[in-house]
């Protein structure tokens, strides 16, 4: 997939950022940068990696800096990015992939607005926190060609995590999918700011995928009635088919691809 560089991932103890971080590092990454607030559980996604490297019989040592990071907390977002950024010498690859959801019974007319402030804080802002953070760092650095056929600059490629939910409304979700369709505007203006700059944005939109998220048993049973009646493919995707999604828009593949937005929903976003 042509991801031979330094990745930081954020929501990487978990989900979809965590089958990223296996798959970067199963691709060739020459190291991952991983953030989350659940310090254990990204030690164990480290072991899993390695486990992972050595069954596979890969070879290539893949540097992993694990790093308790709360993406809404501007401080040490813009501390941590420049120091895991200093230790690798340079960052190629950011998946914006912490986030969190909740219904509002009742809808936007009962939202509490705390509830409404944190799920903002955490999937907008944050996401806008890591992207800054991590576009000063980019945009100082040398291109790297790409490792297929040396087509043009790849300064570095940030992917932000939207969802079905970027342009699609579903009952009783005001914060979520108001901050979902936020980092689908985030991506596209600032893809604009830098596409000239070798500095390529994209947002990937995943459909219903089995994570933790979305397996506590009252969640999981109505997401299995959507998917039967609103899933073409009639089934929930996996974290492994986002995060090949997500290694294509990181990677030189898509090296003429900037400020688009990638569903991969088993066709839901097409009815
Ligand atoms: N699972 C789905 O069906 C689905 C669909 C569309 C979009 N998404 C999006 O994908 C992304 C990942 O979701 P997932 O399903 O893998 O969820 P998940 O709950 O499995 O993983 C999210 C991770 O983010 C971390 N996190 C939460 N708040 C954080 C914060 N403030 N700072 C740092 N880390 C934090 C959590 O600790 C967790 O490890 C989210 O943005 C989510 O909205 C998920």
Redesign the pocket.
Known sequence: MDVPGFALI??????????CALAFASEGAAGLAL????LE?LSNVKLEIENVLAEKGISKHCQIELRA?????EDEVNFTVREVARKFGRLDYVV??????MKHPGGAAYVETSDWQRIL???LT?SFFVLRAAARVMLQQNPILSNIDGRPLQRGAIVN?????AVAGIPASTA?STS?HGILGLTRTASEDYAKDGLRINVI??????????SQPEVLKV?KEKVASSVPMQR??S?RE?ADGILYLAGGRSSFVTGTALFVDGGYTQR
């Open positions: 954020t929501g990487a103890a978990s989900g979809i950022g965590q089958a953030f989350d607030l659940n559980a990071v709360n993406v809404s907390n914006n992939a912490a986030g969190i959801a804080n955490v999937n944050g995590i939207g969802s079905i939910q979520y979902k939109c995943p459909g219903y995928t089995e994570t933790p998220l979305t997401m929930m995707g974290p986002i």
